[in-house]
């Protein structure tokens, strides 16, 4: 069992930028895959990014070139660097961590607004 553990959402205006981090409880961090997910109001959970354990990262279309996912495996953590954010960007965000089994954040509130 992982246990995951974000932090660092709130609120900030559009053109802002905020970086979530997400703190993992596993000796062996560093072989999991990790990824951000988020779910706006209505709509269905998407991929926001995500970080082999090699460090190849992947990006959902929508934020491609505005957020940026990082890992730590010295501290079992990940990181979300948000850039450039609009309202669109508001949303629930979740922490993953994937092996052979998926775990999940129990998630962050991120709202931009004015």
């Known amino acids: 069992q992982v246990q995951l553990v974000e932090s660092g959402g709130g609120l900030v205006q559009p053109g802002g930028s905020l970086r979530l981090s997400c703190a993992a409880s596993?000796?062996?961090?560093?072989?999991?895959?990790m990824g951000w997910y988020r779910q706006a109001p209505g709509k269905q959970r998407e991929l926001v990014a995500s970080?082999?354990?090699?460090?190849?990262?992947n990006y959902g279309s929508s934020v491609k070139g505005r957020f940026t996912i990082s890992r730590d495996n010295a501290k079992n953590t990940v990181y979300l660097q948000m850039n450039s954010l609009t309202p669109e960007d508001t949303a629930v965000y979740y922490c993953?961590?994937?092996?052979?089994?998926?775990?999940w954040g129990q998630g962050i509130q991120v709202t931009v607004s004015s």
């Open positions: 596993t000796n062996i961090f560093s072989i999991y895959t």
């Open positions: 970080i082999g354990n090699s460090g190849s990262t």
């Open positions: 993953s961590a994937w092996l052979v089994a998926s775990y």
